[in-house]
Nanobody, 130 residues
C-alpha cells in the first residue's frame, strides 16, 4: 500500500528554519525517486528537491539551492526537507511525492517535474512572514 504522510509545517518569520518529514510505507520506499514539491496560492506546483534512493543523488530548484537540504533515513523509511533562511516567497503547501524513475543527466538523478510522480501525500503548510 502506497502511503506518504508529511509533517513539520508551520509558521515562521523570515530567516527562520523548519524541517519537514515524509513518513512512507516500505512499499513506497521501494520507488527509486522521491521528492518535495510546493504550491503557493494562485501559483503552479513547482519541484523543490528530489533524491534518488539508490545513490542519494539530490536535485534542487535554483530558488532553494544553498538553503534547503533533502535527505533520507532508510531505516525509518522517512524523507526530510531541512529548510533554512526561509523567505516569504517560500510560503506554500509542501507535498512529498514518490513513484518516478531516474533519468540520466550526467549520472542517474530524479526529475523536478511533478507530473512524473505517481504518489502524493496530503501536504503540510509552510507560512513565512516578513
Amino acid at each position: 500500500q502506497v502511503q506518504l504522510v508529511e509533517s513539520g509545517g508551520g509558521s515562521v518569520q523570515a530567516g527562520g528554519s523548519l524541517r519537514l518529514s515524509c513518513q512512507t510505507s516500505r512499499y513506497t520506499w521501494g520507488h527509486t525517486c522521491m521528492g518535495w514539491f510546493r504550491q503557493a496560492l494562485g501559483k503552479e506546483r513547482e519541484g523543490v528537491a528530489t533524491i534518488y534512493n539508490n545513490n542519494g543523488r539530490t536535485t534542487y530548484a535554483d530558488s532553494v539551492k544553498g538553503r534547503f537540504t533533502i535527505s533520507q533515513d532508510n531505516a525509518e523509511n522517512t524523507m526530510y526537507l531541512q529548510m533554512k533562511s526561509l523567505k516569504p516567497d517560500d510560503t506554500a503547501m509542501y507535498y512529498c511525492a514518490a513513484g518516478s524513475s531516474p533519468k540520466w543527466v550526467g549520472g542517474w538523478s530524479c526529475s523536478l517535474l511533478g507530473n512524473e510522480y505517481r504518489y502524493w501525500g496530503q501536504g503540510t503548510q509552510v507560512t513565512v512572514s516578513s
